[in-house]
């Protein structure tokens, strides 16, 4: 196992941003800093991950980070829920960052850490909540096939009605742009932190 960890960190690409101290950054970059900050995300936030990429456009990043605390901290979904939509997400784009992020706070939020393991390993969860497995149903489906059935979309819609299905559809956008920000611009977790998923 420890053999595996150590691959797995040899392999690490480098960013393709740099990466901006607070001394470093100009006006606009500054307000986005501080917008950030003085959001649910709280002061001592760090730049790391979608960050980074954030601040080189921040006039971008400002509109990002709006969606992204509204999709994270106040839409209708139970945490568990929005969580485990982030999870299979990440596991999706295979974003090293998003997963390692979120996998903690999914675990916090009530999922189970099986459900956590199977929904990495690309396992159907079966032994997660009915509406956890209904979630990842959704997930899965639209995912792979561009669109939901249905069947699919009554189960959901049965949850959360008309206001939580488009939030959910939201958090799986945004977490979606998260993603693919994060696998073009390279942004990984810490450098002692195992990756989620081996870099191909």
Same mark, same amino acid.
């Given at each position: !196992?420890?053999?595996?960890?150590?691959?797995?960190?040899?392999?690490?690409?480098?960013?393709?941003?740099?990466?901006?101290?607070?001394?470093?950054?100009?006006?606009?970059?500054?307000?986005? %800093?501080?917008?950030?900050?003085?959001?649910?995300?709280?002061k001592?936030?760090?730049?790391? =991950? @979608?960050?980074?990429? $954030? *601040?080189?456009?921040?006039?971008?990043?400002?509109?990002?980070?709006? *969606?992204g605390a509204?999709?994270?901290?106040?839409?209708?979904? &139970? &945490?568990? *829920?929005?969580?485990l939509?982030? *999870?299979?997400? =990440?596991?999706?784009?295979?974003a090293?960052?998003?997963?390692?992020?979120?996998? @903690? %706070?999914?675990?916090?939020?009530?999922v189970?850490?099986?459900?956590?393991?199977?929904?990495?390993?690309?396992?159907?969860?079966?032994?997660? @909540?009915? /509406?956890?497995r209904?979630?990842?149903?959704?997930?899965?489906?639209?995912?792979?096939?561009r669109?939901?059935? /249905?069947?699919?979309y009554?189960?959901?819609?049965a949850?959360l009605?008309?206001? =939580? %299905?488009?939030?959910?559809v =939201?958090?799986?956008?945004?977490?979606? !742009?998260?993603? %693919?920000?994060?696998?073009?611009?390279?942004?990984?977790p810490?450098?002692d932190?195992?990756?989620? $998923?081996?870099?191909?």
């Amino acid at each position: !196992m420890a053999k595996r960890a150590v691959k797995r960190r040899g392999k690490r690409p480098a960013p393709r941003l740099a990466v901006l101290t607070d001394e470093q950054l100009n006006p606009p970059q500054r307000a986005l %800093m501080e917008a950030l900050r003085s959001g649910p995300r709280g002061k001592s936030l760090t730049i790391r =991950g @979608p960050f980074i990429a $954030f *601040l080189h456009a921040p006039a971008f990043g400002d509109l990002a980070q709006r *969606l992204g605390a509204h999709c994270r901290y106040r839409t209708a979904l &139970p &945490p568990r *829920l929005s969580e485990l939509a982030i *999870l299979c997400t =990440g596991k999706f784009w295979r974003a090293q960052f998003e997963w390692n992020a979120h996998e @903690p %706070m999914a675990i916090e939020a009530g999922v189970l850490l099986r459900t956590v393991r199977d929904i990495k390993a690309g396992r159907a969860p079966a032994a997660a @909540p009915k /509406d956890e497995r209904a979630i990842y149903d959704f997930v899965h489906e639209l995912y792979r096939t561009r669109r939901v059935s /249905d069947r699919t979309y009554k189960k959901i819609h049965a949850l959360l009605g008309d206001g =939580g %299905m488009v939030e959910l559809v =939201g958090i799986l956008g945004y977490y979606a !742009m998260i993603s %693919m920000t994060l696998n073009v611009f390279q942004l990984l977790p810490p450098v002692d932190a195992d990756l989620p $998923f081996a870099e191909r």
